[in-house]
């Protein structure tokens, strides 16, 4: 996935958001370049987000038009509703999105953004945070060359029990939305597309999500944000006839991910081509969170 296009001036990219995902990760992030350069922010804290541009060098934009006026790019660290008000616009307004998971609360919103997408034909690209660490990519690599017979995984941490990241959406939807994208993906990915998915439990507790592939393989998933923990756990492991394969970020240091994620979205930006992590992958997942949900 990665691109070897040399991108020859940074991507001037405004930033809708100045909670603490945008403050941990994407202006600092795309403030770092080389590739990327943060010119803007908007929030509807003006004072939050002042603040932020004034750490990074950025100007406060009064106005989210006033935020697209001055950038080539948008990238979003808001609740997923915001986000599904806000990206149909940015994308009329001809920028290219980086774009955060869930797409939307809801699949109607998810289904108008990437319809907003692909009618302005703009670059999209979607913030799958560990599909940009090397040991990932190395993983669904070798997952691509195992015939898979049985797979089960989880992403378990606390952070719903307080602190930043104890969200008003988060704490709404639980584990569902904000971390069944990242397994969902994964296991999409390494043992073959999902047809079905069907879930039990308490999303805010922690709920179980049963996968049957279009391969005929059978997958599990747990979640939870509501576990005491004393570093987030995220596992995948495959059984075959020839073994297992396992991945564990245990040992992953996830600062790694960020200048490929920033190197490959300018790369796009700059080449016009969105790369397989754009929004119909989001939606893909909106799709089988969907499902899940109704089960």
């Not at 378990?156 to 069944?180: I, Q, V």
């Amino acid at each position: 996935m990665s691109t070897a296009i040399t991108v020859d001036r940074p991507v001037e990219v405004g930033l809708i958001g100045a909670g603490p995902w945008a403050r941990e990760m994407h202006a600092p992030v795309l403030a770092a370049g080389p590739e990327t350069r943060l010119v803007a922010v908007w929030a509807r804290r003006q004072d939050a987000a002042a603040d932020l541009a004034a750490r990074h060098g950025a100007v406060v934009a009064r106005t989210v038009e006033e935020l697209f006026d001055r950038c080539e790019a948008v990238a979003f660290a808001v609740p997923p509703s915001v986000q599904a008000e806000l990206a149909p616009l940015a994308a009329r307004a001809g920028r290219a999105l980086l774009l955060e998971k869930p797409l939307a609360p809801t699949l109607n919103g998810a289904r108008a953004v990437a319809e907003a997408v692909a009618e302005a034909g703009v670059v999209s690209q979607f913030v799958l945070s560990k599909r940009y660490h090397p040991v990932t990519r190395d993983f669904l690599a070798r997952a691509a060359r195992m015939t898979v017979t049985g797979a089960r995984s989880c992403y378990l941490h606390g952070a719903f029990l307080g602190g930043d990241f104890a969200t008003p959406w988060r704490l709404e939807h639980g584990a569902l939305l904000d971390l069944g994208p990242h397994l969902l993906d994964l296991l999409d990915a390494s043992v073959g597309p999902i047809a079905t998915v069907r879930a039990t439990g308490d999303p805010r507790v922690w709920v179980e999500l049963t996968c049957e592939h279009e391969n005929g393989v059978v997958s599990q998933a747990s979640l939870s944000g509501s576990v005491r923990l004393a570093q987030a756990r995220t596992r995948v492991e495959l059984y075959g006839r020839d073994g297992e394969l396992v991945y564990d970020t245990a040992e992953i240091d996830h600062d790694e991910c960020w200048p490929v994620l920033r190197r490959e979205f300018a790369a796009a930006v700059r080449s016009g081509r969105s790369s397989e992590l754009d929004v119909r992958r989001g939606l893909r997942l909106q799709e089988l969170l969907e499902q899940a949900a109704a089960r």
